[in-house]
């Protein structure tokens, strides 16, 4: 098989000032129903680097057809998550499956009044 690099890379770009304004990338991809669906990587900080997970759908000539305004998972300050990454989707009997890691901080504040 030869592949050849897509000449209008990349996709999917940064926009906005919120949760996809730093970076984006990353992404799962699922051919379904003639469309192309991704769920990818989004950062909108370099300081904590938190990261959640947008979806875009293009056609089969990789026009953007639609993108979501808001991230699709984002973050659980209560479980101390700071990264949701690695997306990975797979079908099996009709049914769309997706898997992703989730970045926990290293530790967790102190509560006040000490340990």
Do not use: C
């Amino acid at each position: 098989m030869r592949m050849e690099r897509y000449e209008g890379n990349p996709i999917i770009r940064p926009q906005g000032d919120e949760w996809e304004s730093v970076a984006t990338f990353n992404p799962a991809a699922l051919y379904k129903d003639g469309k192309i669906h991704v769920f990818y990587r989004a950062v909108g900080d370099y300081v904590y680097y938190a990261s959640r997970q947008g979806y875009a759908v293009f056609d089969e000539s990789l026009n953007l057809l639609e993108r979501g305004e808001e991230p699709v998972f984002g973050l659980d300050l209560d479980l101390w998550e700071t990264s949701i990454e690695d997306a990975r989707l797979t079908e099996i009997g009709g049914e769309v499956y997706m898997t992703y890691v989730i970045i926990h901080t290293p530790a967790p504040p102190v509560p006040s009044g000490g340990a």
